[in-house]
T-cell receptor, first 111, second 114 residues
Framework: KQEVTQIPAALSVPEGENLVLNCSFT??????LQWFRQDPGKGLTSLLL?????REQTSGRLNASLDKSSGRSTLYIAASQPGDSATYLC??????????FGQGTRLTINP | EAQVTQNPRYLITVTGKKLTVTCSQN?????MSWYRQDPGLGLRQIYY???????DKGDVPEGYKVSRKEKRNFPLILESPSPNQTSLYFC?????????????FGEGSRLTVL
C-alpha cells in the first residue's frame, strides 16, 4: 500500500529565504507526482505535475524534483514571500484511479 | 474561466436528513472524484468516475452515493447523514486518468452533521 509522508509538518521561515519541502513515498511504481497548495478554508491549487519519466519541473519561483528510485520529491521555493504562506501537499498517482496524498507541510513566511 | 464548482460551500444539517452536494466542471473532463479531508487523516477518496455512467468506490465510500448522468456533473449524495460525516469535501476533475493528468479541485464544501 502506497504511503506518502511529508516532513516537517510545519515550517516557519523569514521572508526572502529559499526553502525546500520534502515528500517521500514508499512504492516507486508511480505514474506521476503532483504538488498542491491549499490556503485556509480553500480548495487545492495545482502547482506542478511531474511525470515519472521526468526529473524536475519549474514554474516561476517553484521547482519540483522527482527521484523515483529513492521515493523522494522536493519542492524548492526561491525568494519566499508572505503570500507563499499556505499548506503544501504532494500526491502520487500509481494507477487504479487513486491519488494518494501526504498530510502536508504548513508553511509560514514571516515578514 | 476553467473551474470546478461545488455547492453548497457550507452546510449544517441534522442526522438522517438527506442531502446532496453538487459538483460541476466546465473543462469537458472525463474523470471526476470526491474526497473528504479530516484533521490527522488527510485527503481520502470517496468515489470516482472515469466517464458518464461509470463510477467506482474509493477508500471511504460507506454512507455515500454518487451518480454521473452528464459529463459535467458529479453530485455526492448522503442518504442518511451521520455526525461522523462531518468533514470538508472536495470535488476534483481531470482530463483523463490514463497516463496521468493534472487534477483540478473545487473550493470545498464544509459539512456539519448534528
Amino acid at each position: 500500500k502506497q504511503e506518502v509522508t511529508q516532513i516537517p509538518a510545519a515550517l516557519s521561515v523569514p521572508e526572502g529565504e529559499n526553502l525546500v519541502l520534502n515528500c517521500s513515498f514508499t512504492d516507486s511504481a508511480i505514474y506521476n507526482l503532483q504538488w498542491f497548495r491549499q490556503d485556509p478554508g480553500k480548495g487545492l491549487t495545482s502547482l506542478l505535475l511531474i511525470q515519472s519519466s521526468q526529473r524536475e519541473q519549474t514554474s516561476g519561483r517553484l521547482n519540483a524534483s522527482l527521484d523515483k528510485s529513492s521515493g523522494r520529491s522536493t519542492l524548492y521555493i526561491a525568494a519566499s514571500q508572505p503570500g507563499d504562506s499556505a499548506t503544501y501537499l504532494c500526491a502520487v498517482y500509481g494507477g487504479a484511479q487513486k491519488l494518494v496524498f501526504g498530510q502536508g507541510t504548513r508553511l509560514t513566511i514571516n515578514p | 474561466e476553467a473551474q470546478v464548482t461545488q455547492n453548497p460551500r457550507y452546510l449544517i444539517t441534522v442526522t438522517g436528513k438527506k442531502l446532496t452536494v453538487t459538483c460541476s466542471q466546465n473543462m469537458n473532463h472525463e474523470y471526476m472524484s470526491w474526497y473528504r479531508q479530516d484533521p490527522g487523516l488527510g485527503l481520502r477518496q470517496i468515489y470516482y468516475s472515469m466517464n458518464v455512467e461509470v463510477t467506482d468506490k474509493g477508500d471511504v465510500p460507506e454512507g455515500y452515493k454518487v451518480s454521473r448522468k452528464e459529463k459535467r456533473n458529479f453530485p455526492l449524495i448522503l442518504e442518511s447523514p451521520s455526525p461522523n460525516q462531518t468533514s470538508l469535501y472536495f470535488c476534483a476533475s481531470s482530463l483523463s486518468r490514463s497516463g496521468g493528468r493534472e487534477l483540478f479541485f473545487g473550493e470545498g464544501s464544509r459539512l456539519t452533521v448534528l
